[in-house]
């Protein structure tokens, strides 16, 4: 897109799911007339509520690549082992012929996009400003099948699937070079500084501001922290 950078978040599922009502007898689901259900995941907040706009399915499926189910992300363009999007009616076929399973998909509701000005901002800009990463090739297996460990939102899993989503999160960053901290515009480091007058870390504060910020507009839950200690 000329005018913006478009992504999506991937570790914050929500309370819904996506259900599939499978036809015939190949699925490696199991039998005809199983339903089988996907968790749904907020990828941000534009086009969530919007019927016209489609979810995202995205999968790194050696053999669903090979099948031509999907097409690579641009960002990745000549890298086979990236991530790969596709369709619903995609994915739907791909299940109904058993070629593949609900667990080889990250389904996705929403989108964020980054304004771009005059050739720069965008996704570019908020790297440079410090508020990104880029993931290392080495890490996005890793970080997917932990991103898979996640499971539709509940009360009851609550705490699971933001741990899932926090161990996700570090792992992306595991093999981020650490000379980017010394060129990045961002001179803050999150485990060592703390909240003003406080003794507590700023990873925490974050950490803790993403989890009621969860609990309020996913599952419609807050608990409120003290800070004051």
């Given at each position: 897109d000329p005018d913006n950078s478009i992504g999506v978040i991937l570790n914050l599922p929500t309370a819904d799911v996506y259900k599939l009502h499978?036809?015939?007898?190949?699925?490696?689901?199991?039998v005809s007339g199983k339903t089988i259900e996907v968790p749904i995941r907020y990828g941000g907040p534009s086009g969530r509520t919007?019927?016209?706009?489609?979810r995202l399915w995205f999968h790194i499926n050696t053999e669903l690549k090979k099948n031509g189910i999907g097409r690579r992300l641009l960002t990745q363009e000549g890298d086979d082992e990236g991530i790969y999007v596709c369709t619903?009616?995609?994915?739907e076929e791909a299940l109904q012929l058993g070629v593949?399973?609900?667990?080889?998909?990250?389904?996705?509701?929403?989108?964020?996009?980054w304004e771009k000005e005059s050739n720069s901002g965008g996704m570019f800009g908020q790297v440079v400003s410090g508020n990104f990463e880029q993931v290392s090739k080495n890490s996005v297996c890793q970080v997917w099948n932990i991103l898979k460990l996640q499971s539709c939102l509940t009360d009851e899993k609550f705490s699971e699937?933001?741990?899932?989503?926090?161990?996700?999160w570090e792992e992306g960053g595991a093999d981020?070079?650490?000379?980017?901290?010394?060129?990045?515009?961002r001179k803050v480091d999150f485990n060592q500084d703390h909240v003003f007058d406080s003794n507590v870390p700023l990873s925490r504060l974050a950490d803790d501001a993403l989890s009621a910020w969860v609990k309020i507009f996913l599952l419609g839950n807050a608990e409120y922290y003290d800070y004051l200690m």
């Amino acid at each position: 897109d000329p005018d913006n950078s478009i992504g999506v978040i991937l570790n914050l599922p929500t309370a819904d799911v996506y259900k599939l009502h499978l036809k015939g007898g190949h699925s490696r689901e199991s039998v005809s007339g199983k339903t089988i259900e996907v968790p749904i995941r907020y990828g941000g907040p534009s086009g969530r509520t919007d019927k016209d706009q489609p979810r995202l399915w995205f999968h790194i499926n050696t053999e669903l690549k090979k099948n031509g189910i999907g097409r690579r992300l641009l960002t990745q363009e000549g890298d086979d082992e990236g991530i790969y999007v596709c369709t619903e009616s995609e994915a739907e076929e791909a299940l109904q012929l058993g070629v593949a399973s609900a667990n080889d998909f990250l389904l996705v509701q929403g989108f964020c996009a980054w304004e771009k000005e005059s050739n720069s901002g965008g996704m570019f800009g908020q790297v440079v400003s410090g508020n990104f990463e880029q993931v290392s090739k080495n890490s996005v297996c890793q970080v997917w099948n932990i991103l898979k460990l996640q499971s539709c939102l509940t009360d009851e899993k609550f705490s699971e699937n933001i741990g899932y989503g926090f161990q996700a999160w570090e792992e992306g960053g595991a093999d981020i070079n650490q000379d980017y901290y010394e060129h990045s515009s961002r001179k803050v480091d999150f485990n060592q500084d703390h909240v003003f007058d406080s003794n507590v870390p700023l990873s925490r504060l974050a950490d803790d501001a993403l989890s009621a910020w969860v609990k309020i507009f996913l599952l419609g839950n807050a608990e409120y922290y003290d800070y004051l200690m």
